[in-house]
């Protein structure tokens, strides 16, 4: 089931050079004695000496630009690398500020403050902090990703907005915040209350929900823009540099979400170090609840945009497997990979009205999912939990099992009309994923099934090869299993 959600080997050219120079400095001092001192080669710092050399000066020009504008100088470098005596190691990946706010404070200040409030403005100082932290990353994404793809023609300026969608906007929203923590903050480095600035910032975080919705999207055409070589050959370089701290793109781009649900955290950890009869008391409460709203519009609009996305990715067989109810769905309550009795791969969609058995499939480079059999309407839905060795698993599945072992972590679901008798016996990897299906499949069910008609049947029920009427069922229920080889 999927759970809502590279290091290669490839050497910098620059180091490569460097160390053939210094091969061949060596061989020369072997032949002739020097008492010139020899100074180190200059490490790799910037994106700019990783990309390969080109004959093309605009891009050449870039690369000197780009260079300078990561040293911070504004100037380009003028002369020559010396050569070195011996290769030097790679640069070590940039580490963050780990400075508690405590350690900024002398030996007397700390004497000052009880524990409680230490521990109060500890947790205020890591809201800032992971503030500053947030706005360097979304700079840096544009930096050092998007606008050197955009110049280098790597990919289209159609494609990196769809990729990286409106990130620089939100870079203001976070410095307000930023500001007006800096306001509050006393001369003493304390900040006396915080639960209004926060009151009347969170509301801001709604500005999200679009490039939250759009993020499944973003990840399907970043994965497929990956099978470029040139993609993949930048994001590599990216990827051993120094400033990516061993982060992929897609891990700076996911990095806003990720803040999102801290929120509330923070917050919930600045109320607990916060005294009862304290001003920001009542207020921190209010925070959290309002934070807590935010969280749940952009989860919905984001759920419905990831529904939408899954919908129009499924390709029908036949015209009779188009149920309008499909198209009506707003939420995706879960999906993943399952296999049916057979062996088969499933990609199994259980909507808020529907279940959709599909078979993964590629058109065009793009992944789509073939509709397998009829969807099941959740309303006629029967679950029945097999325990295991209830079922043996044929097909190519067969070899994985010996006369000693048995099939595990299977489930069956059926549909109860009697036009379109189904059933289908899968499989998940393990007991965990086994039981999220089946604690989001009775939740599904118990929406649409009427109190007191069974909607799990027991798992001894498999065993039974005769026809039984359900208790408070208006149809007769073929328990005996047809054929789940057989197309319909």
Known sequence: ????????????????????????????????????????????TSLASLISPVKNGAVRRFGQTLQASFRGDGKSSAGPHKPCSKATAPTPPKRRNSTLWSETLDVRQKGTFSTQEIKRQEAIFELSRGEHDLIEDLQL??????????????MSEEELTHIFGNLDDYIPLHEDLLARLSKATGSDGTVGQIGQ???SWLPRLNAYKEYCSNQLAAKALLDQKKQDRRVQDFLQRCLESPFSRKLDLWSFLDIPRSRLVKYPLLLKEILRHTPPDHPDAGLLEEAITIIQGVLSD?????????????????EYLDDRQRDP???QCKSLLCHGELRNKSGTKLHVFL??????????????????FQVYRQPIPVQDLVLEDLQDGDVRMGGSFRGAFSNSEKAKNIFRVRSQ????????TLQVNDVFHKQQWLNCLRSAISVHRPTGEPSTASPHMS????????????????LEEPDENCPR
């Open 1 to 44: 089931m999927v759970a809502y959600d590279e290091l290669g080997s490839l050497v910098p050219i620059k180091r490569t050079l460097q160390v053939t120079d210094c091969q061949n400095q060596a061989n020369k001092e072997s032949e002739e004695p020097s008492t010139k001192r020899v100074r180190p080669h200059g490490r790799v």
């Open 141 to 154: 994404a544009r930096k050092a990703y998007h606008d050197p793809m955009l110049k280098l023609s790597i």
């Open 197 to 199: 600035i926060v009151i």
């Open 298 to 314: 952009i989860n919905m609009k984001k759920g419905e945009s990831e529904c939408q996305y899954y919908i129009e990715k499924l």
């Open 325 to 327: 109810r499909i198209e």
């Open 351 to 368: 909507f808020t009205e529907i279940l959709v058995l599909t078979r993964p499939v590629t058109r065009n480079e793009r992944q789509c």
């Open 417 to 424: 009309d009697p036009s379109h008798s189904q059933s289908h």
């Open 463 to 478: 065993n039974v090869h005769s026809k039984r009427r359900m208790s408070s069922a208006s149809a007769i229920i073929h």
